[in-house]
Structure formats: structure tokens, C-alpha cells
């Protein structure tokens, strides 16, 4: 029989209205199931995504996409390890509502010691070892700098930043995972932040587009076959978005023209909230929902069909 309790899907959904609009009931023998049609309402049957009490390091988490993972994690139980670069400012409001379920602890990622530091500094007190890794910090470097223009700098910065970090972020998870306990090792799980840009490219980002296939294509499809080695149930996913109102995205998203190239082969026509990503991210987290998937990239992009290149008056 299924739960006949319902709950919005994240307390600040954006668009819920505090009514349920229309609810039918279908009996059939043993099963007892209720239906509920909603028009503009995100709303997700209550279930136990079996997440309360799992440790989540969340990288990147003072950023816009970051701090909304975060903070779906503590609301569905999870202790959380907030990684901040600079400043840890914008994950305050998650501390004083969630008190001791949240930890920040500052890291550069692109430093190894620093790395090894941050899970030392993750596991000690409460918080036991870190059970699911989500990558998703990162740069966007806003100049457009075709290849030919691009300093080299630029794109070891980029490459460094995003990808390399990423490998040793995720190595360190992995070293400790085989050492860890059955229960870390049951709930093992990393899930990377790619970006639309890893599979459709992006001109005057080829840095920052490189990083990202990287990231959704050849360390995904590695790691999820490495990770099985040490954690029989382990797995391995990305969630890539499309454009995404955060501060990352601000600058860029001021450009009319920019938004209209973004959205011109999209279908849903909408720039993406943090929110739309962190949802796919809890959800594909959860051993007991999303179990069975592994290696797969989740596009959260309104269905965007690639990048708009020319114009009529181009052609
Ligand atoms: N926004 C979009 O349109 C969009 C679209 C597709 C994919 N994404 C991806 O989504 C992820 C989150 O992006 P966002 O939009 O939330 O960006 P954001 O608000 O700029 O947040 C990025 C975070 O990464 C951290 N970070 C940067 N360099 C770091 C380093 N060396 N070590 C540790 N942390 C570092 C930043 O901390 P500091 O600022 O303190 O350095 C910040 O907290 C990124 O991987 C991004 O590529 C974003």
C-alpha cells in the first residue's frame, strides 16, 4: 500500500499554493492508491529517501547551486559538511536553523593538503566519515576568449579549478572509503555538478566547457567502475544544468541576448533555479530511491537542444 501522506518536495517551493486542488482514489484488490492531480504544484509523495543521518560533503556550498544542496540535504535529515572557499557568510542563516546537523570548514580544492584536511576535519566529532560526495564548485570565467585569444592561465586556472580539484576531491573520498564501515560504504555515492556547456561546448569557454566533459563523461564513467572495487553498492552520477539564476550566472544573465541564445532551443523557455538542480541531487543521493543508477548524466536544462549559431541574417 502506498503512503497516503503527501508533502511539498522542499518547505520554499516557489510556486506552492497551499491547496491541493483535486485528489481521486483508485482501489484495485489489495492496493489502495491515491491520486493527486495538481496544476503548478510540485509536489512529491512522502517517502523516506532513506538520507536522515547521512553524512553529505557538499563542495562549493556558500555558492548559489551549492547553499540550495545544502540545505534540501539538512531538510531531509542529512548531517551536512559545507565546504567554503573565501567566505561562509551565505551558509549562516543554515547554521542557525540547523544548528549541529551543519558543519562549514573552509578548503581551497585545488590543494591537496588542504583536501586531506577538510575530510580529517569532516569526520571528527559526530559526523563520522563522509557517506555521499557531491562536486559542485567551480569557476566560470566570464570573458569571452576564443582558443586562439585564450591565455594559457586562463585555461590551466580553469582546468585546475574545476576538473583537477574535482580528481582530487574525489580521490581522497575514495581513499577513505575503503577504509570506512559498512554503513559509510552502503551509502557510498558522488555525484558531480557538469553544466550543459561539458555537452554541447561553449565558444568562447572552452575551458570552462573542457573542465566539464571531463567532469560528466571520463571521470564519471571511471569512478563509477572504481568505486564498486571498494563499495560493492557505490555509484557515480552527474546532474549537468543548463543556465542557473545564481551569482555565478548574474553578470551573463543581464545580457538580453545572451538569455535569448540560452533559451532559443529550449522548450520549457526558463533560465534554471538552484532549486531544479538540488532536487535531481537529493533524489539521485538516495540509496534507497535511486539505487540502481549509476554512470548516468542528468540534464536539468528545460530540454535545451544545443546551442542557436547562426541567424537568418547570418546565413
Ligand atoms: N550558474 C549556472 O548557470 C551554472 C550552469 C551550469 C553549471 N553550473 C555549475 O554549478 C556549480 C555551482 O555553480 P554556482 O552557479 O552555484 O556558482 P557560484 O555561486 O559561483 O558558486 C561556486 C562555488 O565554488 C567555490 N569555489 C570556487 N573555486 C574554488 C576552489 N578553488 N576551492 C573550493 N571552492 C571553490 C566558490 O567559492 P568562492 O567564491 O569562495 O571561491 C563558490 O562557493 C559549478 O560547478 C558550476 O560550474 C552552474
New binding site residues.
Given amino acids: 500500500m502506498l503512503s497516503t501522506g503527501y508533502r511539498l518536495f522542499g518547505r520554499s517551493s516557489p510556486r506552492f499554493s497551499g491547496k491541493i486542488p483535486h485528489c481521486s482514489t483508485l482501489t484495485d484488490g489489495s492496493t489502495f492508491v491515491i491520486l493527486l492531480v495538481v496544476s503548478n504544484l510540485i509536489v512529491a509523495q512522502t517517502m523516506d529517501l532513506g538520507i536522515d543521518g547521512v553524512h553529505v560533503l557538499v563542495?562549493?556550498?556558500?555558492?548559489?547551486?551549492?547553499l540550495e544542496i545544502s540545505r534540501l540535504f539538512l531538510e531531509y535529515g542529512a548531517k551536512v559538511t559545507a565546504?567554503?572557499?573565501?567566505?561562509q557568510t551565505t551558509l549562516q542563516p543554515l547554521a542557525f536553523q540547523y544548528g549541529e546537523r551543519i558543519q562549514a570548514r573552509q578548503?581551497?580544492?585545488?590543494d591537496e593538503d588542504a583536501v586531506n584536511k577538510l575530510f580529517h576535519d569532516a569526520a571528527t566529532g559526530s559526523f563520522g566519515d563522509v557517506q555521499v560526495l557531491i562536486l559542485?564548485?567551480?569557476?566560470?570565467p566570464t570573458a569571452d576568449e576564443p582558443i586562439r585569444n585564450m591565455p594559457l592561465e586562463r585555461w590551466r586556472k580553469t582546468i585546475d579549478?574545476?576538473l583537477t580539484?574535482s580528481f582530487i576531491t574525489a580521490k581522497e573520498y575514495m581513499w577513505r572509503l575503503e577504509l570506512a564501515a559498512a554503513v559509510v560504504k552502503d551509502n557510498a555515492s558522488i555525484i558531480m555538478?557538469?553544466?550543459?556547456?561539458g555537452k554541447y561546448g561553449e565558444a568562447g569557454h572552452a575551458d570552462?566547457a573542457s573542465s566539464?566533459s571531463a567532469m560528466m563523461y571520463g571521470l564519471t564513467l571511471s569512478l563509477k567502475n572504481e568505486i564498486v572495487k571498494i563499495a560493492p553498492r557505490g555509484r557515480v552520477n552527474t546532474v549537468?544544468?543548463?543556465?542557473?539564476k545564481?551569482?555565478?550566472?548574474t553578470e551573463a544573465l543581464k545580457d538580453p541576448s545572451i538569455v535569448y541564445q540560452a533559451l532559443a532551443t529550449t522548450p520549457l523557455k526558463k533560465v534554471g533555479l538552484?532549486y531544479d538542480v538540488a532536487t535531481q541531487v537529493v533524489i539521485l543521493s538516495s540509496q534507497k530511491i535511486s539505487g540502481h543508477i549509476t554512470g548516468q548524466v542528468l540534464m536539468v536544462e528545460g530540454g535545451m537542444e544545443g546551442r542557436l549559431l547562426n541567424r537568418p541574417e547570418d546565413i
Avoid: C, E
Avoid at 565546504?83 to 567566505?87: A, F, I, L
Avoid at 559542485?136 to 566560470?140: A, V
Avoid at 549537468?240 to 542557473?244: E, R
Avoid at 545564481?246 to 550566472?249: G, K, L, R, V
Fill in positions: 563542495t562549493g556550498a556558500s555558492g548559489g547551486i551549492g565546504q567554503y572557499n573565501t567566505t578548503a581551497d580544492l585545488t559542485n564548485h567551480g569557476i566560470w579549478t574545476n580539484s555538478i557538469g553544466s550543459a556547456a570552462y566539464k549537468a544544468p543548463g543556465w542557473v545564481t551569482p555565478m550566472a538552484p
